[in-house]
């Protein structure tokens, strides 16, 4: 009877089941989750207290060597016609490494030092001549007054045997004239007689006192003949002395235009070349560097150029995450470094000798490097000077909760 109220589809309906056990599941108890709500409560909290977290400042900086850098430069403008070196290479101090050409040509192709090279070395040529003229002519000299001296000896010798002679002749005269004299005074001979002997006693005097005064003009010429043969060898040291100085005038007037025209550079110091941004043949201003030389063996060091608000908490000791720019962090990593030295003292932009150009005033931070050396492309690199780089240095390092708590201490200083 029941069956014919309902339909057969709806009767197999009723008798389908669930496929499967049926489990009956019951919640945590309360305690549990209550305990692990407090587990995760106190992780937060002491999370909060204990974990810190550091505010960071990237700054920009260079590779420096420690020791001694040498930057080399023309000292005047002009073109490079010889470059002896490359990067890489070792030079030793006073080592030529390059020529520079300062000679401008006049219009035509002329030269002026050139025409000036000319005179200079004509007039070292005459002054030479002049030189060895000097040599024959102290020569010459020199003969000379020894045969003056000579003759002036023989005829003070003729002229003494004639004074001696004219001494007898004077004393012969002078007997005649006494002995005339005491005759006159007898009477027995007349005054004119008198008077001729007393000339001629008187012509004998006289040319015995020309013979005197003849001998001693001798003695003065030979006198004077000695004199200057004696100075001879001094004058003419002095004379040479003078000729040589004005050759040596004359070389170093040729120097002087010759390093007008070029000069050559030569390493300042011992090391290895560097940075070479020069290529023979070009011109140079003199104010970039040719190239630089770092000492063997010198160790890099990073130096950063930190601003006023990077600077407070910076300090010596202080690990330094460092990122060269030629070698991309993404690809190469990052490097480390730690703070040797700080400067005290604030550096305007343009007193600041780097290869980044600055905007604000700077304090300098000296970094050690931990790596010297990159592996990259399969090879080991040094680090070279000048290559930039960024670094991050920590400016505040404090926990979480002071930063959740500081918007409250930031209320309460206003307050």
């Known amino acids: 009877m029941s069956s014919s109220l309902f339909r057969p589809e709806a009767l197999d309906h009723r008798r389908q089941r669930l496929e499967g056990e049926v489990t009956l599941t019951r919640s945590l108890p309360l305690s549990v989750t209550t305990g692990l709500l407090t587990v995760i409560t106190i992780a937060i909290v002491l999370w909060a207290v204990l ?67 000319a005179s200079v070395a004509e007039q070292a040529q005459l002054t030479a001549r002049e030189l060895g003229y000097e040599d024959d002519r102290a020569g010459k000299e020199r003969a000379r007054l020894t045969r003056l001296i000579g003759d002036l000896g023989a005829e003070r010798a003729q002229m003494t045997s004639q004074t001696d002679l004219q001494k007898q002749a004077v004393a012969s005269t002078r007997q005649s004239f006494d002995a005339m004299t005491a005759l006159v005074d007898k009477g027995f001979e007349t005054r004119t007689e008198y008077e001729q002997r007393r000339q001629v006693w008187l012509a004998a005097s006289t040319q015995l006192q020309a013979l005197i005064q003849q001998i001693a003009q001798l003695d003065e010429r030979r006198s004077e ?53 020069a290529t023979a043949g070009r011109s140079t201003d003199g104010r970039q560097p040719l190239f630089t030389i ?111 708590l500081e918007p409250i201490h930031a209320a309460e200083a206003r307050a």
Request: glycine content about 8%.
């Open 51 to 117: 974990g810190h977290y550091s505010r960071t400042e990237t700054v920009s900086g260079s590779l420096t060597p420690e020791g001694m850098l040498s930057k080399v430069y023309a000292d005047k403008p002009g073109q490079l016609v010889w470059l002896g070196v490359k990067d890489g290479d070792i030079v030793r101090q006073g080592q030529p490494i390059a020529t520079i050409r300062t000679e401008q040509n006049l219009e035509g192709g002329a030269s002026p030092d050139t025409e000036r090279l």
């Open 225 to 277: 003949a000695e004199a200057d043969l004696g100075k001879l060898p001094s004058d003419h040291a002095g004379k040479v002395a003078d000729l040589h100085n004005s050759l040596d005038t004359l070389d170093q007037r040729r120097i002087d235009i010759q390093g007008a025209r070029a000069f050559t550079i030569t390493a300042p110091i011992a090391g290895r070349v560097t940075s070479v941004q």
């Open 294 to 404: 770092v000492p063997q063996g010198s160790v890099m060091q990073a130096t950063l150029y930190a601003p006023s608000r990077a600077i407070g908490m910076a300090r010596v000791g202080q690990p330094v995450r460092l990122m060269y720019d030629a070698f991309p962090y993404q690809r190469f990593g990052t490097f480390t470094g730690h703070i040797v030295r700080i400067s005290h003292s604030v550096l305007a932009p343009d007193e600041v000798d780097a290869p980044i150009k600055l905007q604000d005033p700077v304090y300098e931070v000296h970094v050690a490097l931990d790596r010297q050396l990159i592996d990259a492309f399969g090879e080991v690199l040094p680090l070279e000077p000048g290559m930039t780089l960024s670094a991050d240095v920590i400016l505040d390092r404090r926990s979480f909760l002071d930063w959740i």
